[in-house]
């Protein structure tokens, strides 16, 4: 690895697309920050695939981000977050950002009747990871999780508006509507594209936590505590490599992004099976 200094990239990791509303939280809050980022399109989703599996895969993804001489890892997924982030921490050399501590430190901050409500995949759900966070940080807190795995493949298909997406939805939500809950936590970045029918299901009173927007606080934070952030005035530049179907990705990209993307290409699965 290369010496890091300011203009080093940030790199960022998911199991698709839905990591890229992390991506565009931190580039709204640092524009001129280099971006480097792997979607594993081709093992998409993560959600449903053992602990095991999801380290494999994420030390995979941090591994081949290495080579890009990046100053700092977001770990743009929360599945990933909720399994492997301690592994990725111990393992690797530089700084390692999750989901799951940022979303639950905002959501507990932002909650007024302290009764919390969390979506995400199984995997997150069945590891407890935000209950667990949350409880560490308020042992009154009222917690209810819920799985919604389905959400996943509309967001990767860009159906956010769909009337099969709202049955969907109405389905998994009807049981915290009846909770009391007065914050929402989108325990998957994949979520936050279908912001608009999740909150129409859930009720105008209930506050919707986009972890992203917390993590890219924590990741400028550091950045200036390091002295690592970048210095240019320049727009930064975004690279952007999946392991399947660049083209859909592009489509799918753009709209989450709100701009044109031209530096996407596909790594093949045996080259980031090999490098570990």
Same mark, same amino acid.
Do not use: W
């Given at each position: 690895?290369?010496?890091?200094?300011?203009?080093?990239?940030?790199?960022?990791?998911?199991?698709?697309?839905?990591?890229?509303?992390?991506?565009?939280?931190?580039?709204?809050?640092?524009?001129?920050?280099?971006?480097?980022?792997?979607?594993?399109?081709?093992?998409?989703?993560?959600?449903?695939?053992?602990?095991?599996?999801?380290?494999?895969?994420?030390? +995979?993804?941090?591994?081949? &981000?290495?080579? $890009?001489? @990046?100053?700092? #890892? !977001?770990?743009? *997924?929360?599945?990933?977050?909720?399994?492997?982030?301690?592994?990725?921490?111990?393992?690797?050399?530089?700084?390692?950002?999750?989901?799951?501590?940022?979303?639950?430190?905002?959501?507990?901050?932002?909650?007024?009747?302290?009764?919390?409500?969390?979506?995400?995949?199984?995997?997150?759900?069945?590891?407890?990871?935000?209950?667990?966070?949350?409880?560490?940080?308020?042992?009154?807190?009222?917690?209810?999780?819920?799985?919604?795995?389905?959400?996943?493949?509309?967001?990767?298909?860009?159906?956010?508006?769909?009337?099969?997406?709202?049955?969907?939805?109405? +389905?998994?939500?009807?049981? &915290?509507?009846? $909770?009391? @809950?007065?914050? #929402? !936590?989108?325990? *998957?970045?994949?979520?936050?594209?279908?912001?608009?029918?999740?909150?129409?299901?859930?009720?105008?009173?209930?506050?919707?936590?986009?972890?992203?927007?917390?993590?890219?606080?924590?990741?400028?934070?550091?950045?200036?505590?390091?002295?690592?952030?970048?210095?240019?005035?320049?727009?930064?530049?975004?690279?952007?490599?999946?392991?399947?179907?660049?083209?859909?990705?592009?489509?799918?990209?753009?709209?989450?992004?709100?701009?044109?993307?031209?530096?996407?290409?596909?790594?093949?699965?045996?080259?980031?099976?090999?490098?570990?």
């Amino acid at each position: 690895m290369n010496n890091i200094d300011g203009n080093s990239p940030i790199g960022f990791f998911d199991s698709g697309i839905g990591g890229l509303t992390v991506v565009r939280s931190v580039t709204n809050l640092l524009p001129n920050e280099n971006i480097v980022y792997f979607g594993d399109t081709a093992r998409v989703p993560y959600g449903s695939k053992s602990n095991s599996t999801v380290i494999e895969y994420s030390m +995979e993804a941090a591994n081949f &981000l290495l080579k $890009k001489n @990046i100053k700092l #890892l !977001v770990v743009a *997924c929360n599945t990933a977050s909720s399994v492997a982030l301690e592994t990725l921490q111990n393992n690797l050399p530089i700084p390692v950002i999750g989901m799951i501590e940022p979303g639950s430190d905002y959501a507990l901050h932002t909650s007024q009747n302290k009764i919390i409500g969390v979506i995400g995949t199984y995997s997150t759900i069945n590891n407890r990871a935000y209950s667990t966070r949350l409880h560490i940080l308020d042992p009154n807190a009222k917690v209810y999780e819920k799985a919604c795995p389905l959400f996943v493949p509309f967001a990767e298909e860009g159906l956010v508006d769909h009337e099969a997406l709202r049955l969907v939805a109405a +389905e998994y939500l009807s049981e &915290l509507k009846s $909770k009391g @809950i007065d914050t #929402l !936590v989108l325990g *998957c970045t994949h979520y936050p594209t279908l912001k608009k029918i999740i909150q129409n299901e859930i009720g105008p009173e209930v506050t919707l936590i986009d972890s992203g927007t917390p993590a890219a606080n924590i990741v400028e934070d550091y950045l200036l505590e390091k002295g690592l952030k970048n210095s240019s005035h320049l727009p930064g530049t975004q690279e952007f490599f999946v392991s399947d179907v660049p083209a859909k990705f592009k489509e799918i990209a753009e709209r989450f992004l709100g701009k044109v993307i031209s530096n996407i290409h596909k790594i093949d699965l045996e080259e980031l099976i090999i490098q570990r």
